[in-house]
């Protein structure tokens, strides 16, 4: 069994027995070089990983006694890019992904990454193989989470690119390797053409609004807080009465429902730090939750026993959260029911971003109350907002010119 201690320059000295040629016993050592940053505990960690992966690469011949490379300048255990993942990487995420985000990362590497790259050594892999899986990708790529889909566009590409990215940049964080060879590298990339975000205009807003008088008052609040608040779906299902403040005509956003393929629907923490947010409403919102909220307690008298309170605002027939799917469905029905183009949910909050930009409502605000965390995001309502200012300057160009 590997044997390791901590120097006090704070590397560790690793040492495995060789066997016992001659009846004396043989140690082989080598070094380990925690990287920059960790924990006393996640060094100690990770001198443990790597007295196991030492152990038997000594064990299987993998290691040539007296060669004078340190781990982290090359990998001498012939430990692959398959070995990692599976005993490292996944593990790793688990800790700081959410489910569908790791579900996701999975899809791609058992996909696309590990049938190609996977028995590579991690000291091997270079920029190029990240640029050999782009050009197959942009080539030849379908989506890792669908059968039978559409070629991948330049931005599903890339994102995908970015999952080969984020094993390296682990397997550097664990001295697997010397550099983050992928990081920061010149990669060529499909041009991404940039598509303008799907919103409803001033007048489709209105017919959709105004549909929504003849619907039940818990559909009607429940997509008003999209469309006059702009949250994102999970974030409309996680919603509970104790985020709402009557009084100052505010709400908190402190979690998003999600959904992962053969579990439970459960609650997670927002998408980013910034997604932890609080959004003030109107009259006109507060309204209609209120008037939900009376309907909503005529419904717990009359389920009875059979009513589970957890303190969601909007509820199926046992008081429960509703499922993040059933609201994609409501506001298809919706759209179809006033003969309105199929944005889907998102789309409402589209045009929350893009009808509060038009009204005048600065760019930082905007950010601040959708939750974004990055400027870039938000400023994608801007081009919603320049097509109606090129559409203006045609009319009144026209009007000048008849």
């Not at 009846?23 to 990770?46: D, I």
Request: glycine residues 6%; hydrophobic residues 35%; contains cysteine.
């Amino acid at each position: 069994m590997a044997s390791y201690y901590r120097r006090k320059n704070g590397t560790y000295c690793i040492r495995v027995s060789n066997g016992k040629p001659g009846g004396k016993q043989v140690l082989v050592s080598t070094t380990y070089k925690p990287p920059k940053g960790l924990s006393a505990s996640a060094a100690e960690k990770g001198a443990k990983e790597f007295a196991d992966l030492f152990e038997a690469a000594v064990h299987n011949g993998l290691y040539t006694p007296g060669r004078k490379e340190k781990i982290e300048k090359i990998n001498p255990f012939g430990v692959t890019l398959s070995d990692f993942v599976k005993k490292h990487y996944y593990k790793r995420i688990e800790l700081r992904l959410s489910p569908n985000t790791v579900r996701f990362y999975t899809s791609v590497i058992e996909q696309f990454i590990l049938p190609s790259f996977g028995q590579i050594r991690l000291a091997d892999i270079s920029s190029a193989h990240l640029q050999s899986l782009i050009d197959y990708l942009a080539a030849n790529g379908s989506r890792a989470d669908e059968e039978n889909s559409e070629p991948l566009s330049a931005a599903t590409v890339k994102r995908y690119a970015t999952v080969f990215s984020s094993v390296m940049t682990e397997a550097h964080k664990m001295g697997y390797v010397e550099k983050d060879v992928l990081h920061k590298q010149y990669i060529e990339y499909p041009k991404i053409q940039r598509k303008s975000i799907q919103a409803y205009d001033d007048d489709e807003a209105r017919i959709f609004f105004e549909g929504l008088a003849n619907e039940s008052p818990q559909i009607r609040a429940l997509l008003l807080t999209s469309l006059l608040l702009g949250l994102r779906r999970g974030e409309v299902v996680a919603l509970r009465w104790s985020d709402i403040s009557f009084k100052n005509m505010s709400l908190t956003v402190n979690g998003s429902a999600f959904k992962e393929k053969g579990k439970k629907q459960s609650i997670k923490a927002p998408k980013s730090h910034n997604s932890v947010r609080t959004i003030f409403f109107s009259q006109t919102y507060m309204d209609n939750l209120l008037e939900w909220q009376n309907v909503q307690q005529q419904e717990k008298k009359h389920a009875g026993s059979a009513w589970h309170e957890q303190d969601y605002v909007f509820t199926n027939e046992t008081g429960g959260m509703i499922s993040v799917y059933s609201l994609t469905r409501i506001c298809s029905r919706v759209e179809e029911k006033y003969g309105l183009r199929h944005l889907k949910l998102h789309g409402l909050r589209h045009t929350c971003g893009s009808l509060m930009i038009k009204n005048g409502v600065d760019i930082e605000t905007v950010k601040s109350v959708f939750g974004h965390e990055n400027i870039r995001t938000t400023q994608q309502y801007l081009t919603a907002y320049d097509s109606a200012k090129r559409n203006a300057a045609e009319l009144l160009t026209n009007a000048i010119i008849k």
